[in-house]
């Protein structure tokens, strides 16, 4: 749906547990071969915040086995290894994370300067 908005020249921001390379990888080619430009913002949180984060336990319930192929805990996740964009939940403030993106968004002259907001 992304690459539909993207090719009306809409940005489309997505959000997504992608946890394989290789579909991340994929998602980059489509844009690439249309010459739709894609930015991977890794959000990157340590799995242990994460748990502390989770208002409805799932962490937890994977952990006891109630919950299969559970990302990070019984099934893998493959980090980004060229990701555009790193936003680190533990040391940035949501506010501070719009800004992070939308200044990369700016620089790569595909948001206009000053019209972000930020």
């Not at 844009?31 to 959000?43: D, G, K, L, T, W």
């Not at 980004?80 to 939940?89: D, I, R």
């Amino acid at each position: 749906v992304a690459l539909l908005f993207a090719d009306s020249c809409t940005i489309a921001l997505t959000s997504f547990i992608s946890p394989y390379r290789s579909d991340r990888l994929l998602a980059r080619s489509l844009h690439s071969a249309r010459s739709i430009p894609f930015i991977e913002v890794y959000v990157h949180v340590p799995l242990s915040v994460a748990e502390e984060r989770d208002p409805k336990g799932l962490y937890a319930k994977a952990r006891k086995g109630e919950i299969k192929e559970f990302t990070g805990i019984s099934a893998p996740y493959e980090e980004p290894e060229s990701a555009e964009v790193v936003v680190k939940t533990v040391e940035t403030s949501v506010e501070e994370a719009v800004k992070q993106i939308a200044l990369y968004l700016e620089e790569k002259g595909l948001l206009g300067k000053g019209k972000s907001g930020v």
